[in-house]
Each structure stands twice: as structure tokens, then as C-alpha cells.
């Protein structure tokens, strides 16, 4: 009896496992180690949120790097997304480079305007949303060799509404183009006039009409891309002056929104109406292109109306005159004596 309960009271392998795997236990190698180990190797890795973005047209989920090597244009059903003018200049100037040119800056809230928030915080949020001082954007650079004064409007700066300081990034954009003797390219972005300078925003439709006709007397050339969307007084002033106007793909280019005109003469508007396929059709623009493909077109145009021949898509290296000699010796050694 004493040998039974003597071999009862001796412990185990099992009872060495459990006390080994016992969470108290310092020295549970298995759990404090293994374990973790092995979940760190087989655990799903947390992917960042910005590497995929979504088609606001089709739905495709779309690969950021895919994305921007396109210039922001959907791979599957081609929607021209909304693109800033950094983003458009990287893309469209040869090797992204271009010289920034500075514009004078206008008078702060002139009229001290105030709605829900002050004029001064509505800019200080555009300008931290965006990092951008202002809603355009005056460069000058190169597009396949061709050197050009190009203007860009950014949609997401107080939605490119047209104050003080476009009129004058405009005016500075054509002052530096005649100075230099170079055509200008504009791409418009913009929902019309902004209301928190009043008067003095309506006041910049003649003063870029006249920049545009200094250009016209300079005999230089103005290209216009309308992009989504160009409204009210952008579309009734330099938008719509160039000599060759080009639109992207579904662009909206009016003056008064589709709602407002149906709302006013309470009929439905046909199918289309006021897009940049439908002011093709009707002859209001000259060419409908894809942004991908504008760099060339533009390139082209220019060419044609300078005077300058054909557009240049790259350059061949230089020949080595010693690399030719070695060529030729070594061709002329492995020949053989009939070939001589």
C-alpha cells in the first residue's frame, strides 16, 4: 500500500508539460518565445490606406503608382480625376522640371468680408489643405524641347474660384511670355468667380481679357485645356479666348450649371449637355483630348504654328568617335581573306 501511494505521488512527464506551460511560470519559453515568434511570422501585415484609391466613376480599385504614372486617369473606364497643378506639371513638363514664376500678390479680404467663417480663415484652410498659397499656378519649362509659359488652376484651392490673384497670376503669366517670346498654355479649373472679393473678382474677366489680346499683338500663341470643371465667369473670360481650345475627356465647360437651367426653363436637359464631347459636337472646341496624350498634341500645335518643325520625342547619344574606329577594326580582323 505505501509503494502504491508512493508511485502515485511521483510526478509525471504530463505533469512537467502543464507546469512548463503554465502562464505564471518565468521560465514559459514556449509561450513568452515560441509563440509570439511564430504569430509575427503568420500574422497579416497592416498595409497603409493611401497605396490603393477608388475610381469615383467606375469603382476600380486603382494602384497609387499605376495611378500617378497614368497622370491620374482610371485605367479601366478612363475618368480624368481631379489632378493638382504640381502634379500636372510634373507630368507634362519634360523630366517634371520647370521654373516657378512669381505673382504679385493682391491686398488681403479687401472688402472684410465674413459669411459663416472669415475670408482670412477660408484661405488659411485652403492653404493647409492644399499647400498652396494661392489657386494658380505660373511656370515656364519645356515640352518635348518646345519651351512654353504655362498657367494652371487648382480645383481644390477654394474650388480655383477666380479672385485677385488669379487676374494677376494671368497677367503675370502673359507679361513673362512676351517678355521671353513664348506661347502660353492655360489649363482652366475653376467654379466661377469668388464671391468673398465682390466686385473686384468680377473686375478680373476684362483684365485678362486684355492680358490675352497683349499676346494676340505679340503674335504669340494661346492654348486653352478646359479640364473639369470650367464654370461661370473663368468660362466667360480668359477660358474661352484661346486661339486653339482643347478639352479634357468629360470635362463640364459652362457658364450656368446644368441644375440651374433646368430649374429656370423647367425641361430636361439632353444627355451629355454642357460635357466636352457635347461642345465638340456643336463646334465650341476645337479637340477633345486625353490627358496622357496632351503633351504631344500640345507640343505638336505649337511646332506647327512657330515654324519649327516636327516635335522632338528624344535624343540619340552622341557616337563615340573611338568606339567606331574599334568597330570597324574588329570588323575588318574578323573577315576573312576572300571577304578582303
Given at each position: 500500500?505505501?509503494?502504491a501511494?508512493a508511485?502515485?505521488?511521483?510526478p509525471?512527464?504530463?505533469?512537467?508539460?502543464?507546469?512548463?506551460?503554465?502562464?505564471?511560470?518565468?521560465?514559459?519559453?514556449?509561450?513568452?518565445?515560441?509563440?509570439?515568434?511564430?504569430?509575427?511570422?503568420?500574422?497579416?501585415?497592416?498595409?497603409?490606406?493611401?497605396?490603393?484609391?477608388?475610381?469615383?466613376?467606375?469603382?476600380?480599385?486603382?494602384?497609387?503608382?499605376?495611378?500617378?504614372?497614368?497622370?491620374?486617369?482610371?485605367?479601366?473606364?478612363?475618368?480624368?480625376?481631379?489632378v493638382?497643378?504640381?502634379?500636372?506639371?510634373?507630368?507634362?513638363?519634360?523630366?517634371?522640371?520647370?521654373?516657378?514664376?512669381?505673382?504679385?500678390?493682391?491686398?488681403?479680404?479687401?472688402?472684410?468680408f465674413?459669411?459663416?467663417?472669415?475670408?482670412?480663415?477660408?484661405?488659411?484652410?485652403?492653404?493647409?489643405?492644399?499647400?498652396?498659397?494661392?489657386?494658380?499656378?505660373?511656370?515656364?519649362?519645356?515640352?518635348?524641347?518646345?519651351?512654353?509659359?504655362?498657367?494652371?488652376?487648382?480645383?481644390?484651392?477654394?474650388?480655383?474660384?477666380?479672385?485677385?490673384?488669379v487676374?494677376?497670376?494671368?497677367?503675370?503669366?502673359?507679361?513673362?511670355?512676351?517678355?521671353?517670346?513664348?506661347?502660353?498654355?492655360?489649363?482652366?479649373?475653376?467654379?466661377?468667380?469668388?464671391?468673398?472679393?465682390?466686385?473686384?473678382?468680377?473686375?478680373?474677366?476684362?483684365?485678362?481679357?486684355?492680358?490675352?489680346?497683349?499676346?494676340?499683338?505679340?503674335?504669340?500663341?494661346?492654348?486653352?485645356?478646359?479640364?473639369?470643371?470650367?464654370?461661370?465667369?473663368?468660362?466667360?473670360?480668359?477660358?474661352?479666348?484661346?486661339?486653339?481650345?482643347?478639352?479634357?475627356?468629360?470635362?463640364?465647360?459652362?457658364?450656368?450649371?446644368?441644375?440651374?437651367?433646368?430649374?429656370?426653363i423647367?425641361?430636361?436637359?439632353?444627355?451629355?449637355?454642357?460635357?466636352?464631347?457635347?461642345?465638340?459636337?456643336?463646334?465650341?472646341?476645337?479637340?477633345?483630348?486625353?490627358?496622357?496624350?496632351?503633351?504631344?498634341?500640345?507640343?505638336?500645335?505649337l511646332?506647327?504654328?512657330?515654324?519649327?518643325g516636327?516635335?522632338?520625342?528624344?535624343d540619340?547619344?552622341?557616337?563615340?568617335?573611338a568606339?567606331?574606329?574599334?568597330?570597324?577594326?574588329?570588323?575588318?580582323?574578323a573577315?576573312?581573306?576572300?571577304?578582303?
Amino acid at each position: 500500500m505505501g509503494i502504491a501511494r508512493a508511485l502515485i505521488a511521483i510526478p509525471t512527464p504530463a505533469d512537467y508539460l502543464n507546469a512548463t506551460l503554465r502562464r505564471d511560470d518565468p521560465m514559459n519559453w514556449i509561450t513568452n518565445y515560441v509563440r509570439p515568434t511564430i504569430n509575427s511570422l503568420f500574422s497579416r501585415r497592416e498595409m497603409p490606406e493611401n497605396l490603393w484609391e477608388k475610381c469615383p466613376s467606375c469603382g476600380t480599385m486603382l494602384f497609387h503608382r499605376e495611378l500617378t504614372e497614368n497622370q491620374r486617369v482610371c485605367n479601366s473606364c478612363g475618368h480624368h480625376m481631379t489632378v493638382s497643378p504640381r502634379e500636372r506639371f510634373a507630368g507634362f513638363f519634360d523630366g517634371g522640371l520647370y521654373t516657378e514664376i512669381s505673382v504679385p500678390q493682391p491686398i488681403v479680404d479687401p472688402l472684410l468680408f465674413r459669411d459663416q467663417k472669415k475670408y482670412p480663415d477660408r484661405m488659411k484652410a485652403a492653404q493647409k489643405q492644399t499647400g498652396e498659397k494661392e489657386a494658380m499656378l505660373v511656370a515656364e519649362g519645356e515640352i518635348m524641347r518646345t519651351r512654353i509659359v504655362a498657367v494652371a488652376q487648382d480645383f481644390e484651392f477654394m474650388a480655383g474660384s477666380m479672385g485677385m490673384h488669379v487676374g494677376n497670376a494671368i497677367i503675370a503669366g502673359c507679361e513673362h511670355a512676351i517678355k521671353r517670346k513664348l506661347p502660353l498654355v492655360l489649363f482652366s479649373a475653376a467654379g466661377g468667380a469668388r464671391m468673398q472679393e465682390g466686385i473686384l473678382s468680377l473686375m478680373q474677366m476684362p483684365r485678362t481679357t486684355v492680358a490675352v489680346d497683349m499676346l494676340r499683338e505679340a503674335g504669340l500663341p494661346y492654348i486653352v485645356v478646359l479640364t473639369n470643371p470650367t464654370t461661370g465667369g473663368v468660362t466667360a473670360s480668359y477660358a474661352m479666348l484661346g486661339d486653339v481650345q482643347i478639352a479634357e475627356p468629360g470635362a463640364l465647360i459652362c457658364f450656368a450649371g446644368p441644375r440651374v437651367i433646368e430649374q429656370t426653363i423647367r425641361e430636361k436637359l439632353p444627355e451629355g449637355f454642357q460635357r466636352a464631347e457635347y461642345l465638340l459636337e456643336h463646334g465650341m472646341l476645337d479637340r477633345v483630348t486625353p490627358r496622357p496624350q496632351l503633351r504631344t498634341e500640345i507640343a505638336t500645335i505649337l511646332r506647327m504654328l512657330g515654324g519649327l518643325g516636327p516635335v522632338v520625342h528624344g535624343d540619340l547619344p552622341r557616337p563615340d568617335p573611338a568606339a567606331i574606329i574599334e568597330a570597324a577594326q574588329a570588323e575588318a580582323a574578323a573577315q576573312t581573306p576572300e571577304e578582303k
